[in-house]
């Protein structure tokens, strides 16, 4: 663990993300991710819930348990976070996280519904801000995941070092609420 | 000597350095809102943008990965003399910028039908992304003033251009602007924002001149209409990243054209997000 400068402690996250390890994030919390997060959204996420849901996801050689979920394109400009309160995005949250991702992160506030269905399923999101210059210095090596056809919106796994997020919605409860109660 | 050559590498030079650096009006705005930012978690988020503006500039990598569409405004001096295909050249830098900085290849692919339902898929290359209507506007002088705008698509998403009864009040008018901009800002995510505004007569002209704000306002000159809008959606406390604190804003730019008698403004509002506006501007003479 180490301490931002004059702030609050990181905890470094290491995926796949173990159950121990979920359970002690809470609101708040600054983080640093380090192993191959997937890289996926409005396009791809849909299809990835309906292979779950047709019982499908395993001829994809994808691994969701402790996944983390980054709502990004991935494209030569790099990567970066897009509203994770869109519909396709949004609605993908709860099959996702019931198939066993451990992180969705993103930006934007999510819905309460979305809230109660991270709780009910174990998972949380986190939000980072769109600074793909500092994400370039972070990513160590990029393949196509699946759904290659999609182009920059194509599932990517994306191999990372020290990317920094916070959590915004845990355990039933979120940052945005409790922000703009302050 | 003013050739297409000329114009064409000033322009690719431009785009790049609206889609890679911060103005100096920029930095010193976030400077200021870290110094008196108490959040934590707020506090966070503004250093880690600026630590990206930093990298974005040594590296001159994209500030965000979505590099906008181009919107370009040119100035042309009443007694500037312009070689022919200028207009041409200039599209052809933005083709060069964006492969060159490189912008996101997200042009889609298609006729009309398959772009909207995006069901033939996206072009490779990021110079199929066309710049949006290029404006022209006529000042005094021999040069030629050409500035390069890279609009993102969240604050698309949240951007509003509609009609205030004004009830011969100023106040009327930006309140409610503002209260457009603040219910917005939740949902954002890219906060802090800067607040583009124009007021004209018609729906293009106010989205015309919400853009000519975005290519003329500075952050550390604000009037106090634009501070009180600005004050207006800080009292939100969204904060940055939408996670609390005092900077939900950084500031306000205004423009209002000429108007109308009527009852009527028209208003166009877009919360630009945390690294915009991005934007630059190249001056060319025949000197």
Known sequence: ?182 | MLTQKRIESAVKDCLIRAGTTFRKDQKVAYRDAIRKEKDANARWVLEKIMENARIAEEKTFPLCDDTGIPHVVIEVGDEAVLPGGWLSAINSGIVQGLRLMPGRPMAVKGGPVERVEQSEGLFNDPGKVLPAPVIVKSVKGSKVSITVLLLGGGPEIRAKTYRVFHKRSIETVLNEAASWAASEMKNLGCTPCVLAVGIGRTHMEASSLMLEAMKEGSLTRQNKWEKKVTGLVNATSVGPLGLGGRTTALGTFLKIGPLRASGVRIVSVRPCCCFEPRRATVVLSND
């Open chain 1, 1 to 182: 663990m180490k301490r931002e400068r004059g702030g609050k402690k990181i905890i470094k996250v290491k995926t796949p993300i173990d159950e121990a390890e979920f359970r002690r994030l809470k609101i708040g919390d600054q983080i640093e991710i380090e192993g191959s997060i997937y890289c996926g959204r409005d396009a791809v996420l849909p299809q990835l819930v309906k292979l779950i849901e047709s019982q499908n996801l395993d001829q994809m050689k994808l691994n969701l348990k402790g996944a983390v979920i980054f709502h990004t394109a991935v494209s030569p400009a790099g990567i970066g976070p897009t509203t994770s309160n869109k519909v396709e995005i949004e609605g993908s949250i709860p099959a996702l996280s019931e198939a066993g991702v451990k992180i969705h992160l993103g930006k934007g506030a999510l819905s309460q519904k979305t809230i109660d269905e991270l709780k009910r399923h174990n998972s949380v999101f986190a939000v980072t801000p769109p600074v793909t210059a500092l994400f370039s210095d972070k990513i160590v090596s990029q393949r196509v995941a699946a759904f290659k056809k999609e182009g920059m919106e194509a599932l990517y796994e994306v191999k990372v070092k020290g990317f920094p997020a916070i959590i915004a919605i845990a355990h039933g409860k979120s940052i945005f609420v409790t922000s703009k109660k302050r």
